[in-house]
């Protein structure tokens, strides 16, 4: 087995991965809250963890991938407010865009994907046992998770108690109508009261609804254990979130939550963290009318996952330029029919096993997609190098093979247009065939014309000129 070294935010140094059990990988990932469209920050959360799960099973371990759906929060019964629908329908619409997004971008599917208002029953045994164990209190319907009694909180974050105090302090004054309930600015809310007419669940403190953080350790504890091998996410998580859920399942469990917590960093517009608030966002939908599932990955993985990306248009037009770099190169997979095919020779293949070794390097340290790409690139270069048909199919394959462990398609669109583009051709025919007529040369147009009604094209001939359709 590779010996892999990530970067773990807990200890803040790069460690050798080494899982709890044997060969199985429990890794969680924090997934969206669903009330709006994804843009290319989620798109590259996404990405990220796409190609570590992907990689992790490479390499042979068995990897059970859990990604979760929030589909109860304050922003989404907001936003559900604003529209006049219930926030389940809001929510449930914006989870099938997510799916929709994510199938797009060749995201694999998670192993498990709960959705948090499944998880009720066992949020609200979760928040029992924290109560029951001195680790949470109930006040006026809202249950709340006593920091002070957890001695390592602020441990991920690398935050002393006294540092937040004075922090929270600042936003218990926006927020006075909470701070008075809870012991201290700092707690946070495992379970909050909701009025017959809000989204709510009968609990033992009355009707209510989850706090965010609660989820996460709920389902990580019911589906995958109480101590996992990786948990992610983006690194805005770290604080709070990350550091809530640690603080509810170390104090219930007595037990380290996870064992490497990793963090991805922004995609950045103008240096600014690209974020819905900010308006600057680029949803994916955007993104993917005009750029192909496998510019948009390439974009996000040239960067190692902890550094930030600047985003620009023209940085990812450059980057579809990379793309077709790779594919003209991976087209020589299908140079020779089998008939025709004879073993590569010693030196391609001493070319493909270097590379292979070069990319599992870059990858094994800490999964640096952009090392593992620039290896990409240099192995298309020797391919389009290559003079003999039969190394530049076996060197193509290994290409192929590769590209296909970050999750590229590899699809190969070069040739494909789309229908506007297919519209613009067709007028610029007839355009050619108005200047035949107008030099009499009706030989020519009469064959346009023909030819294009072999293709499928009718066109119509009238005093203001000629118009065409499908047949
Ligand atoms: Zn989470």
Request: hydrophobic letters at 40%.
């Amino acid at each position: 087995m590779n010996k892999i070294q990530v970067f773990n935010t807990l200890s803040g140094t790069k460690e050798e991965f080494v899982p709890l059990q044997d060969n199985v990988v429990r890794m969680y990932a924090c997934g969206p809250t669903v009330y709006d469209l994804s843009h290319l920050g989620h798109a590259r959360m996404a990405i990220v963890w796409d190609v570590v799960q992907r990689y992790l099973r490479f390499v042979g371990y068995d990897v059970i991938y859990v990604r979760n759906i929030t589909d109860v929060d304050d922003k989404i019964i907001k936003r559900a407010k604003e529209l006049g629908i219930t926030p389940e329908k809001l929510s449930r619409q914006y989870t099938y865009a997510f799916w929709h997004d994510m199938h797009s971008l060749n995201v694999e599917s998670p192993d498990f994907e709960p959705r948090a208002t499944e998880y009720i029953t066992q949020m609200i045994a979760f928040t029992q046992g924290l109560i029951d164990g001195g680790h949470a209190y109930e006040a006026g319907g809202d249950v709340y998770f006593d920091v002070a009694s957890f001695k390592d909180y602020g441990k991920l974050g690398k935050q002393n108690l006294e540092q937040l105090l004075v922090g929270s302090r600042e936003q218990a004054v926006a927020q006075e109508t909470l701070a008075h309930l809870k012991k201290s600015p700092v707690d946070f809310a495992l379970w909050k009261s909701a009025d017959a007419s809000e989204l709510g669940w009968p609990s033992p403190w009355g009707r209510g609804r989850p706090g965010w953080h609660l989820e996460c350790s709920a389902m990580v504890k019911r589906i995958l254990g109480e101590t996992i091998d990786i948990h992610c996410g983006g690194e805005d998580l770290v604080f709070p979130h990350h550091e809530n859920e640690i603080a509810q399942s170390e104090a219930l469990h007595g037990q380290p939550m996870a064992r490497y917590w990793l963090h991805n960093s922004f995609v950045q517009t103008n240096s600014e963290k690209m974020a819905k608030s900010l308006g600057n966002f680029k949803t994916i939908r955007d993104l993917l009318a005009t750029f192909s599932a496998d510019t948009i990955r390439l974009f996000i993985l040239q960067s190692h996952y902890r550094n930030p990306i600047d985003f620009t248009i023209e940085s990812l037009q450059a980057t579809s330029t990379g793309i077709q770099r790779l594919l003209r190169a991976a087209s020589f997979e299908h140079g020779l029919n089998e008939s025709e095919a004879v073993a590569p020779s010693e030196a391609a293949q001493k070319t493909a096993d270097t590379f292979k070794e070069e990319f599992a390097a870059a990858m094994n340290n800490d999964f640096n997609t952009a090392v593992a790409i620039s290896h990409l690139y240099q192995l298309a270069d020797g391919i389009t190098q290559t003079k003999s048909a039969a190394d530049k199919q076996y060197l193509a394959s290994t290409l192929v093979h590769y590209a296909k462990v970050l999750g590229l398609t590899m699809t190969d669109t070069r040739q494909e247009l789309d229908t506007a583009t297919g519209a613009k051709l067709i007028d610029l025919i007839l355009t050619l065939r108005k200047e035949a007529r107008e030099r009499k040369d009706y030989a020519s147009s009469d064959l346009i014309r023909k030819s294009l009604t072999e293709i499928g094209v009718n066109v119509m001939d009238s005093a203001d000129g000629a118009t065409w359709e499908k047949i």
